[in-house]
């Protein structure tokens, strides 16, 4: 496919303009490593510009009812719905994504724009009773200032949408630092916010890499909140930069998931649950199934048909409708996910299929790599307990399912975990006992909904929670109001209480 090479900016109070020193960055079509543009390399000057910008609007935005904020989400919804097609072709370029795959981004973004927009005429507070006469109290969320959103490549729409919808229907400005592999999808996503009616200044985008613009955002003063998604090392080094300023941090981080396969499972639903969370996306989900915990009983035949199903699947560029399986995102993540099929190897695992780079024809040209299944793993091997991100998957034999739920669980990350099994109470316990902030039963590790919280335990975080109304205690704070009517002094915790007789 040939892509015309083009020059994108920065948006900055309502305005688009280059990086202060003019320097620039290429955005790759992993599908071809065809140039698709080129990018401001903002630095820190860029960023103080977009962040003054922000707290200068934050003054306005706070005060604009919530309804009408709403109102500006629902017509950003509307707008994605009219582009949903445009964004879609572009997402399969510039991230890689098989068209349902980058269809669904972009479906993620109309739903939590909509989601959000209703909250504006939510925001609930509580109201409850004083433990005096004539005094009325109540709590009530405060916008808190500027947002610094950062965010990485592998969700390109939804993710800024899961960020920014609700810190601004809170009352809150935004400065954007997106993932350096997909800023024409960035560039895009606020075009069409601008699009919607927000006044300048209440979004920014700063283009640029992590160690520089994102960086500086971290750090700057003036940002209150950090929402960041990406790699638990960067949300460490994020948690640290932040903290001279005491920020809000918000971390959504890695994940090293697991589907339990119990000997009771529907093997067919099974199959389908594990290629769709093992491979989709080219495994490079946050909530990707790269372990499969598997009864003994049913080992064998698990193996025997998910070889069967992996080694059909297309590869090919995410836009063509044929392709089961797109290309991963660059040329570094190409190599790592290809080093741990040597470290599974090197540990003693059993490579069934793939574990190589697909490079006939035309994939010559871009990031591809097969469907790669390892058997007979230890859950300590490296394969089995850190992120590859890639389309790679461990299956790991247990002997019941207390065992299962063990195995599950000895990690260090605790995003998504699901188990296929026909026995209610297995499936009761399995919702108790798995340490993950999701579980699915005869599902995959995928498929989140915008309206129920969305995160993890253990190191996928640190408590926080995007989507659903989990996501107000993000962006906003929360004020105590009390108002005395009586006219004369009440004291709380004395006028109320007998005192005792002298
Ligand atoms: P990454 O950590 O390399 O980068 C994420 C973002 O952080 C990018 O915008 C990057 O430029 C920026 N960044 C890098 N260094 C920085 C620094 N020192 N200071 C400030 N910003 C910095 O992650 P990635 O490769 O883009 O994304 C993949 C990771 O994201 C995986 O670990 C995946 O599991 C995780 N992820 C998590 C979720 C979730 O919701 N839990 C969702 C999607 C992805």
Redesign the pocket.
């Known amino acids: 496919m040939a892509v015309a090479e083009k020059q994108f900016q920065n948006y900055v109070d309502g305005k688009w303009t280059d990086a202060a020193s003019g320097d620039t960055f290429e955005s790759l079509v992993p599908a071809t490593g065809e140039a698709l543009g080129s990018f401001p390399r903002s630095a820190a000057a860029d960023v103080d510009r977009a962040v003054e910008a922000a707290k200068a609007a934050f003054e306005e935005w706070r005060l604009v009812p919530a309804p009408e904020r709403g109102n500006v989400l629902f017509r950003f919804a509307r707008l994605l719905e009219e582009q949903k097609d445009e964004l879609t072709e572009l997402m399969s370029r510039e991230m890689g994504k098989v068209l349902a795959e980058a269809g669904g981004d972009v479906q993620e973004a109309i739903d939590m724009s909509v989601y959000m927009a209703g909250e504006g005429r939510r925001l609930f507070g509580q109201t409850t009773p004083s433990e005096l006469r004539d005094k009325f109290q109540m709590s009530v969320r405060m916008p808190v200032g500027v947002v610094g959103a ?6 390109p729409i939804a ?1 800024p949408a899961w960020k920014l919808a609700p810190a601004l229907v809170c009352g809150n400005t935004v400065v954007l ?4 592999d997909t800023p024409l999808l960035a560039k895009r996503f606020i075009e069409l916010l601008g699009e919607s009616g927000l006044p300048d200044g209440v979004v920014n985008l700063v283009q640029g ?3 520089e613009a ?2 500086r ?2 750090r700057h003063p003036d940002v209150p909140i950090i929402t ?7 949300g460490v ?2 948690t640290k ?1 932040a903290a001279d300023h005491l920020k809000h941090v918000h971390l ?4 090293k998931n697991g589907i339990i396969v119990m000997d009771d499972a529907d093997l067919d639903l099974a199959v389908e649950g594990i290629v769709w969370s093992a491979f989709g996306t080219s495994g490079q ?2 909530t990707a199934a790269s372990r499969v915990i598997v009864h003994e009983a049913v080992y064998g035949e698990l193996q025997k048909r998910l070889v069967a199903r992996a080694e059909k699947m297309k590869i090919g560029p995410g836009w063509d409708p044929e392709t089961d399986l797109g290309p991963v995102i660059n040329q570094e993540s190409l190599d790592k996910i290809h080093s741990y099929t040597g470290i599974g190897s090197g540990e003693g695992a059993k490579l069934l299929t793939g574990g190589e780079v697909a490079s006939d024809g035309e994939l010559g040209k871009g990031f591809y790599y097969r469907p790669t299944i390892f058997a007979d793993v230890d859950p300590q091997m490296r394969i089995a307990q850190e ?1 590859i ?1 890639g389309p790679t998957t461990a299956l790991i034999p247990v002997k019941s399912f207390d065992d299962a739920v063990r195995v599950t669980n000895g990690i260090r990350y605790g ?1 998504s975990t699901a188990i296929f099994t026909a026995d209610v109470n297995k499936a009761f316990r399995a919702m108790r006992d798995l340490q993950s902030g999701i579980t699915y039963i005869n599902a995959g590790t995928t498929g989140a909904e915008v309206h129920l919280p ?3 335990t253990k190191d ?2 640190n408590g926080h929670r ?1 989507a659903g109304q989990a996501a107000l205690d993000v962006f906003t704070e929360w004020k105590s109001i009390y108002v005395d009517y009586s006219g004369k002094l009440q004291r709380a915790q004395i006028d109320n209480v007998e005192q005792p007789a002298p």
Do not use: M
């Open positions: 950062i965010t990485p490549w592998n969700f993710i630092k997106p993932a350096e890499y992590g160690e994102g960086d955002l971290v960041f998604t990406g790699s638990r090392e960067t080094l994020v930069n959504e981080l890695g994940g989900r946050c992120e991100f995003l969305f995160g993890g996928t975080g995007e």
